[in-house]
RNA sequence: GGCGCCAUCGCCAAGUGGUAAGGCAGAGGUCUGCAAAACCUCCAUCCCCGGUUCAAAUCCGGGUGGCGCCUCCA
């Protein structure tokens, strides 16, 4: 398997630190607001790689955490008059809402920043011990340039940093990149004890002290979003590394922005879409299979075009799966079919292409090109179709779907979902209670009335399907 | 100003040395009462200019055009 690591960039022969395991850490999010597509998009492209880890068979420690104090969320709780505790909960809360929706699985560990102070202070010390920490007034900072190899990650060199650095107003730090691990607190700010005094972490050491916990000083994979190299990721190498004298992740994963519209996405913009609002019109499937659908690494560009050719896309892969159901029965060990050496043929695909640095867009192709090949089969060979062997195949689709999180609904369900777009003027009763109406309509050869119908329903966001077994149905998207 | 990324069919998007995956859209056909869906067929030589090589979308150099980071950010 290959990997893009950050660090070096280029892709490099994936080694495990220890062979059949993997520790993998991504940085969460920090619980102020709702989350955005931007999150959807580094979230969901974690989760495919945690899935398809296991898929591969690896024993996999997936560490995401949750950074529930900072600067932001102390200003939005005193804008809203509640504790920070409280403006925490509630969006850890409305983050598993959208998580749960998303369907992403459940990482190993989930740590929140504030259950770790005392791990975060014991670090802090250790730099202090180290001489790469000092304190001022209650805060201390991170004495950046006595660590050797600041600026690895992102590629950037200290003299540059501080030429053009926008230089901060504080002339207690010895350097103007130095940078906070532990604040003092001010009067009514929520506060922990440490031998320099009542204060709170800094943005970066919680990550550094977590990862450390769970995953030990090395580990294998540490991603996030791209906007993370710097200054995030680089100061958890400072800090990490220089703790423990050992490197803290093998391979650096950073995954592109998401852009509205060819605009960067940002509140002051304006355009700024939150992942519930999304949902409200595009299956959770759908926004997967749009992330799915690029490399991980490219921009992409997100714009109600871009939806709907997603939803076109899914809606034909699951379109092959209800076929399949339909014909399916019984037990799924059943006698060989025609189709057993192309599927085997496609898993290895599909592994080829999710081994080149988890190439989902490559693998997309394979389940199209499946897809393809399985409703020829169907054409060809109904009579002649197994029910266990149609089974077969649709856990397969389902195998592979699954490992990007993907054709995991009832088909039919999916196909009629409603997406908010005026195709849900029906219900089901009613469409069905038509289609009915229909059929009688054509057994009399009445076209006139028949084909009414049909542009009834047309007109009402839902579309049908002749074929021999009857009429099927859908909605538009 | 410093560092870095990208440029492939109408749109989206794989492909990093051996002669261009896939999706959407489009054209023709099969099926259908007619449609829709499905299936079959068709649909690009890879921003420009040099260079390396038997061979380059793929490597190197130079342009042009996008974009990101350097401040909170997935």
Redesign the pocket.
């Known amino acids: 398997m290959q990997i893009y690591n950050s660090l070096n ?1 280029r892709k490099e022969e994936f080694v495990p630190l220890e062979s059949g395991k993997i520790g993998i850490y991504a ?1 969460g ?2 619980v102020y607001d709702l989350c ?1 597509i ?2 959807a ?2 979230l969901v492209v974690f989760d495919v790689i945690y899935r398809y880890l296991k898929y591969r068979g690896y024993d996999v420690n997936f560490v995401r955490n949750f950074t529930d104090i900072d600067d ?1 969320i102390i200003k939005r709780s005193n804008e809203r008059g509640i504790t920070w505790k409280a403006l925490a909960e509630q969006y850890i809360d409305e983050f598993y809402k959208d998580m749960d929706r998303l369907g992403l699985l459940k990482p190993t560990h989930e740590p929140r920043a504030t259950d770790h102070i005392e791990e975060i202070v014991k670090l802090v010390q250790k730099l202090e011990e180290k001489g790469l920490a000092y304190e001022v007034d209650g805060d201390v900072y991170y004495r950046l340039q006595r660590f050797k190899g600041y600026g690895k990650l ?4 200290v003299d ?2 501080l030429s ?3 230089v901060e107003v504080d002339d207690r730090k010895e350097s103007p990149l130095d940078f906070a691990l532990w604040k003092r607190s001010k009067a009514d700010e929520p506060s922990w004890p440490s031998p320099w005094g009542e204060g709170r972490p800094g ?1 970066h050491i919680e990550c550094s002290a977590m990862s450390q916990k769970f995953l030990g000083d090395t580990f294998d994979i540490h991603g ?9 990721h680089e100061n958890e190498i400072a800090q990490s590394e220089g703790a423990s004298g050992k490197p803290l992740a093998h391979y650096w994963v950073h ?4 852009n509205i519209d060819q605009e ?3 509140k002051s913009l304006g355009n700024f879409l939150t992942i519930r609002e999304l949902l409200e019109e595009c299956h959770p499937e759908v926004l997967r299979f749009f992330v799915v ?3 991980y690494r ?4 997100f714009s109600q ?2 939806v709907t ?1 997603a939803a ?2 899914l809606e ?1 892969l699951y ?1 092959s799966l209800d076929r399949l159901l339909e014909k399916a029965a019984g037990s799924v060990a059943a006698e060989s079919c025609s189709l057993d050496e192309k599927i085997e043929a496609w898993r290895q695909d599909f592994i080829v ?1 999710m081994d ?2 988890f ?1 989902s ?2 693998a ?2 394979v389940l ?2 499946a ?2 090949e399985i ?2 089969w ?2 060809e060979e109904t009579k002649a179709i197994a029910p266990q062997a149609a089974a077969r195949v649709a856990g397969f689709l389902r195998e592979l779907g699954g490992t990007l999180g993907l054709l995991q609904e009832n088909p039919r369900g999916f196909l009629q979902r409603t997406t908010g777009k005026g195709n849900d003027q029906l219900d089901v009763e009613e469409i069905e209670g038509l289609i009915v109406g229909r059929a009688t309509a ?1 057994k009399e050869r009445n ?1 006139a009335e ?2 009414r119908i ?1 542009d009834l329903l047309d007109a009402k966001g839902v ?5 021999a077994e009857g009429t099927k149905w859908q909605r538009k998207r």
Do not use: Q, Y
């Not at 992102?154 to 060199?157: D, E, T």
């Not at 490219?298 to 560009?301: L, R």
């Open positions: 960039r940085c999010v920090t955005h931007g999150h998009r580094s932001k992102s590629g950037k060199n540059d940093l053009g650095a926008r943005w996030g979003g791209k906007d993370l190299v710097f200054p995030h995954n592109g922005f998401v960067k996405m940002s659908a690029s490399h490219s921009p992409i560009d075009e871009s050719v076109a896309g034909r379109h292409a080149d640095d190439n867009a490559a997309v192709a199209f090109d897809s393809k409703n020829r169907l054409d054509r076209w028949a084909d049909r579309v049908l399907k002749d074929s």
